[in-house]
């Protein structure tokens, strides 16, 4: 009779731990895909692992980061992998124009922009790296400004209020903090 309540009072107090060693297994498995791009890494360069528009995680790879004044790393170019038919590829290039306005990202895309313009990309379910969006501010010869939108092949004019809000976007995105190692890689 000892025994049985020896093994039980084991087997109870052993579940609670072996279902927290199952906390986030399914988040963990999600990034797991991408060990071996990141083991085949170069020495200088930096990754992180990011959750946006498509059903798993996306790598994004640089070689090319710069603090943000906060000790993050971060970078204005960056290459997007992503798995396609069970192999992860590099499914393109995002690229910011200066270091004002690092790569971000939020549940519908990542961010690239510049000082006249901003573009959020989508990856798509078959893998594929799009321009989802893409906003811009134009000078004619007398310096007017008029203000685009390209999305979906339609390009449409834009007042400047619509064109600051569209920016806003990007100004409200996460941006993407790079590391060497796994410690601070996730975000």
Same mark, same amino acid.
């Given at each position: 009779?000892?025994?049985?309540?020896?093994?039980?009072?084991?087997?109870?107090?052993?579940?609670?731990?072996?279902?927290?060693?199952?906390?986030?297994?399914?988040?963990? /498995?999600?990034?797991?895909?991408?060990?071996?791009?990141?083991?085949?890494?170069? /020495?200088?360069?930096?990754?992180?692992?990011?959750?946006?528009?498509? #059903?798993? #995680?996306?790598?994004?790879?640089?070689?090319?980061?710069? !603090?943000?004044?906060?000790?993050?790393?971060?970078?204005?170019?960056?290459?997007?992998?992503? #798995?396609? !038919?069970?192999?992860?590829?590099?499914?393109?290039?995002?690229?910011?124009?200066?270091?004002?306005? #690092?790569?971000?990202?939020?549940?519908?895309?990542?961010?690239?922009?510049?000082?006249?313009?901003?573009?959020?990309?989508?990856?798509?379910?078959?893998?594929?790296?799009?321009?989802?969006?893409?906003?811009? %501010?134009?000078?004619?010869?007398?310096?007017?400004?008029?203000?685009?939108?390209?999305?979906? !092949?339609?390009?449409?004019?834009?007042?400047? %209020?619509?064109?600051?809000?569209?920016?806003?976007?990007?100004?409200?995105?996460?941006?993407?903090?790079?590391?060497?190692?796994?410690? !601070?890689?996730?975000?």
């Amino acid at each position: 009779m000892f025994k049985v309540k020896k093994a039980v009072s084991c087997f109870i107090l052993c579940m609670p731990i072996l279902s927290l060693c199952a906390c986030g297994k399914e988040n963990e /498995d999600d990034t797991d895909v991408y060990e071996e791009t990141i083991g085949g890494l170069e /020495d200088n360069e930096l990754f992180v692992i990011i959750n946006t528009n498509t #059903p798993l #995680p996306v790598l994004l790879v640089t070689s090319q980061v710069y !603090d943000d004044g906060t000790g993050k790393q971060v970078t204005i170019a960056c290459d997007v992998y992503y #798995p396609v !038919d069970n192999e992860v590829k590099n499914i393109g290039t995002i690229e910011s124009m200066g270091t004002a306005y #690092p790569v971000s990202y939020d549940e519908t895309g990542i961010y690239a922009a510049s000082g006249h313009g901003m573009q959020r990309f989508e990856v798509e379910k078959s893998g594929t790296l799009k321009l989802a969006e893409g906003i811009y %501010e134009q000078f004619d010869e007398n310096g007017n400004a008029t203000y685009t939108m390209e999305k979906e !092949d339609e390009t449409t004019t834009l007042s400047e %209020e619509e064109y600051y809000a569209a920016f806003e976007k990007y100004s409200n995105a996460a941006v993407a903090g790079f590391s060497y190692g796994a410690s !601070d890689s996730a975000e």
